[in-house]
């Protein structure tokens, strides 16, 4: 059974009041509008130790929520969240995840702050809707770092800070990096998990969560049970086989849902590093394909490389895993 504060849950809100609704500085109007909408779990929020609400994107109802997100904030009546799959929540939808004001309680309404608009706010009652465990993304501890589901909004700044770097995408069909860009990618990570497609993962760094790099999948056909491998880290962590264990663990954990029986990659045939890093993990070099992506602007050459079922399961088998 699936809780309210399990990461990837979906939940729907119900508002028990009219909706508050700002829309410029200092401007605001209310709305008796109390059609229900879902969203998904994607963090928790916490005040030194204390757990005091979570946030995630929402991803249907009445369009003046579409591409908001909501936080929901631990009411008085002092619900484990845990073990709940109900609670009633006071909330605030914006474009962002609220920060905490101290010289409120978290329970009041100025206790948390929203920056940007529209912020729609008021109290309601969430319930369990949904889960997908089979495809939902599970944080898997590395040596020295974890793989967690990338966040909207929250894992914007981080992804952008190294993607912009020119010595990162050089090698690769990149286009121009832009924050929009980068916030979209994220997005449309997220929602492929959701809509039960494979996506991406952020490798974060477990003293203080935050991304340095991303691992997973691009693309997958369930039908012909492929998946494309694709990944980038920040330059500080190069060379340390972060990538290595990255990749190793979503390999792991696409073949054991059994999800798929072959993963492939595209390689520019210049970007020697990632192709050390397949070959390492035991992928096969299959061919080449003449400009095959561009770059931009320009066409390059890819090499295709290769991992089925069988190579992998070998592979645990000599390592003692299987
Ligand atoms: C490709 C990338 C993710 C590799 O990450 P990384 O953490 O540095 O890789 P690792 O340290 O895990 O190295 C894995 C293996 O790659 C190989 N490798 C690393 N650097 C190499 C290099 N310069 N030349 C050849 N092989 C290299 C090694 O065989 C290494 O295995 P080892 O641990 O046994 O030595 C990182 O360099 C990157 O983000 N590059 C820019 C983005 C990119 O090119 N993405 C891939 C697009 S296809």
Known sequence: MAFIADIGTVLRLTPQDDLQIASHDGVWDFCDDRTPFDFRVQGHLYDGQLFYGLFGPVLSGP???????????????????RTETRS??????????????HRQHFGHPDGTRLEGFPRISRFGEVEVVGARPSTHP??????????????????????YAYLRDPAVTELTAYPAVSVEMVDAMIRRSAIRWYAGELGKWAVALPHDDQLVGTCGFNDWSPVHRWAELAY???????????????????L????????????????????RRSQGLLECTGFVREGCLRSFRV?????????????LRPDWAAQQGAAGGA
Not at 88 to 101: E, L, M, P, S, W
Not at 138 to 145: D, H, K, M, V
């Open 88 to 101: 009633q929540v006071n909330f605030k939808v914006g474009r962002g995840v609220v920060t905490r004001d």
């Open 63 to 81: 369009s003046r929520y579409e591409g908001l997100i909501c936080n929901i904030l631990v009411r008085t009546d002092a619900t484990d969240w």
């Open 252 to 271: 792991e954990w696409a073949f054991r849902q059994d999800l798929v029986d072959r993963v492939h990659a595209y390689v520019r045939v210049d970007n």
């Open 295 to 307: 770059g931009r602007g320009v066409a390059h050459d890819f090499y295709v490389y290769g991992l």
């Open 138 to 159: 599970p944080t898997i501890e590395l040596a020295g770092a974890r793989l967690r589901p990338l966040r909207v909004v929250y894992d914007t700044d981080a992804l």
């Open 232 to 250: 980038d880290l920040a330059p500080a962590h190069w060379g340390k086989g972060l990538m290595r264990q990255a990749v190793a663990a979503a």
